[in-house]
């Protein structure tokens, strides 16, 4: 039997998500610009920045942002056989305090139940209400587990306002770690605007999607290493967007800064408990290998192993530029550069290249419903 292709990193927005982000006039917005034009989902900090033409009309949004039957097309025109479902970023970030507990809950009921349509083609990262109370969202993580099809959450680097090194977290981490919820880190604040210059604006998303996400991701993990959460949640499982952002690549040097700095303190920096970085990474961290090169998913596999690398495709982010009209879905250039890093990645080492598309994710992610 041929092993099952998994997607972990595919996002969706319910429709009631949708209905927040058209009744919204600041960022995150969707909104109607051109009769007869698709709306366009206005997300990202600065996008709506008249000063910044090229990225200030954000992207065209249509139904595979939120009709999950386009997802299964997409899926079946990919050779997917299963996908993991999370909302798109920015979550749930941007709620108020008392609005997040109660669009938590619908969000992620209404993730499961999409799965629950598709069964066996669809498992889920719900979202939590992190603008709640910490009580509040404990009570969201311990109810996760009832949802048939969920298991674990997505999230941003902001925690609760003060980034992922934060002593507050700490119940957050310890029932995400109690119910055996793996956390989905996905950046989405990127780098202050000032790093990409005045001409920014002339290289559209380039700068803050090639480098800000993935430099956002490795701050933020590097921080939950730095501040000694893996030491405090030693069963603590979080999977890293872009392949671990430049994490895999830079061990080496965060392991060796952390080794020659006189002044890292805390109770976490005593050398005889830390723990390593390469530790950290083949026990706690899985990686996903949206990275779109041989070179990335090798570095991926080195720092956290073949059996901790899991495909992915980030869609609907990254469709084609130009859509063949009237013809039947063609492949998208995003998720083909993908499988062919995997593939040139593991060469004639065949099974690792099939545990990395799928039965890894099956594996880690216990994706069956029995
Ligand atoms: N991919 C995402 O997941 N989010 C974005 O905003 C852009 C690319
Ligand atoms: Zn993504």
Sequence with gaps: MASKVVDVHTHVYPPQYVSILKSRSKVPYVRDTTPGQPSRLIILPGEDDPSSESTAKGRPIGP????????????????????????????????????????????????????????????????????????????????????????????????????????????????????????????HYGLPKEVFGPRAADYGHVLPLALGFPLETTIAVTRMILSGVFDRFPKLSVLLAHSGGTLPFLAGRLESCILHDAHYSGPEAKVESR???????????????????????????????????????????????????????????????????IREAFGPEKEQAEAVLGGNAIRLLRLTTD
């Design 64 to 187: 595979e942002y939120y009709d999950i039957n386009k997802k299964i097309e997409f899926m079946d025109t990919h050779g997917i056989d299963i996908s993991v479902i999370s909302l798109a970023n920015p979550w749930l970030d941007f709620l108020d305090r008392d609005e997040a507990k109660g669009l938590a809950r619908d969000v992620n009921d209404a993730i499961d139940s999409m799965c629950d349509a598709h069964p066996g083609r669809l498992f889920a990262f719900g979202a939590l209400p992190l603008s709640a109370p910490s009580e509040v969202i404990v009570e969201e993580i311990h109810r996760l587990p009832t949802l048939k099809y969920t298991r674990g959450i997505i999230m941003g680097t902001s925690g609760l306002g003060n980034g992922l090194d934060d002593p507050e977290l700490d119940p957050v981490y310890q029932a995400l770690e109690q119910e055996n919820m793996t956390i989905f880190l996905h950046p």
């Design 275 to 341: 723990r390593s970085v390469w530790d950290i990474l083949k026990t706690n961290i899985l990686l996903d290998a949206v990275v779109y090169s041989e070179l990335g998913v090798r570095a991926a596999a080195i720092a956290s192993g073949a059996d901790r690398v899991l495909f992915g495709t980030d869609h609907p982010f990254f469709p084609p530029l130009e859509a063949a009209e009237g013809e039947e879905e063609q492949k998208w250039l995003s998720v083909t550069t993908n499988y062919k890093a």
